[in-house]
């Protein structure tokens, strides 16, 4: 009796096998993905509009900021001062992003290893006494 089995490989090729996992693991991670993008893909774009939103808000107010201070200087001068005031605020948020994490960890040099008790080390004296040396 020859009975039929559902297997996809052609058992004749060589290499079939791996190239036909290869094929599934691949089909399988694009389908994990696919459902994991549907699944968080609304809360991605509201986080990114979000961003959009704050971003553009920010240039308003920056906008107000050098309209306001216009007011009493010219233009130019208005602007470089909240220019320079805005790359300052950059600086200062990068260095405290930059030192943050790293004050989990006390400092960066290697541990310092401790001194080893001489009854420990083979060849000293314990009690006065020379230590017994041991042959190979």
Same mark, same amino acid.
């Given at each position: 009796?020859?009975?039929?089995?559902?297997?996809?490989?052609?058992?004749?090729?060589?290499?079939?096998?791996?190239?036909?996992?290869?094929?599934?693991?691949?089909?399988?991670?694009?389908?994990?993905?696919?459902?994991?993008?549907?699944?968080?893909?609304?809360?991605?774009?509201?986080?990114?509009?979000?961003? @959009? %939103?704050? $971003?553009?808000? =920010?240039? &308003? *107010?920056? !906008?107000?900021? #050098? /309209?306001?201070?216009?007011? +009493?200087?010219?233009?130019? @001068? %208005?602007? $470089?001062?909240? =220019?320079? &005031? *805005?790359? !300052?605020?950059? #600086? /200062?948020?990068?260095?405290? +992003?930059?030192?943050?994490?790293? %004050?989990?960890?006390?400092?960066?040099?290697?541990?310092?290893?401790?001194? #080893?008790?001489?009854?420990?080390?083979?060849?000293?004296?314990?009690?006065?006494?020379?230590?017994?040396?041991?042959?190979?």
């Amino acid at each position: 009796m020859n009975a039929q089995r559902n297997f996809p490989i052609d058992e004749r090729a060589p290499g079939a096998v791996p190239e036909h996992l290869s094929e599934q693991a691949e089909r399988a991670v694009r389908n994990a993905l696919r459902a994991e993008t549907r699944e968080r893909g609304p809360h991605a774009r509201l986080y990114a509009g979000s961003a @959009a %939103a704050g $971003l553009l808000g =920010g240039g &308003a *107010l920056t !906008a107000c900021l #050098v /309209l306001a201070l216009a007011e +009493a200087m010219p233009g130019w @001068a %208005a602007a $470089l001062i909240v =220019g320079v &005031a *805005l790359v !300052a605020l950059a #600086v /200062l948020l990068k260095n405290a +992003a930059r030192t943050r994490p790293h %004050a989990l960890v006390r400092s960066a040099d290697p541990p310092v290893p401790y001194a #080893v008790p001489d009854h420990l080390v083979p060849g000293t004296a314990v009690d006065g006494a020379e230590a017994p040396h041991h042959r190979a």
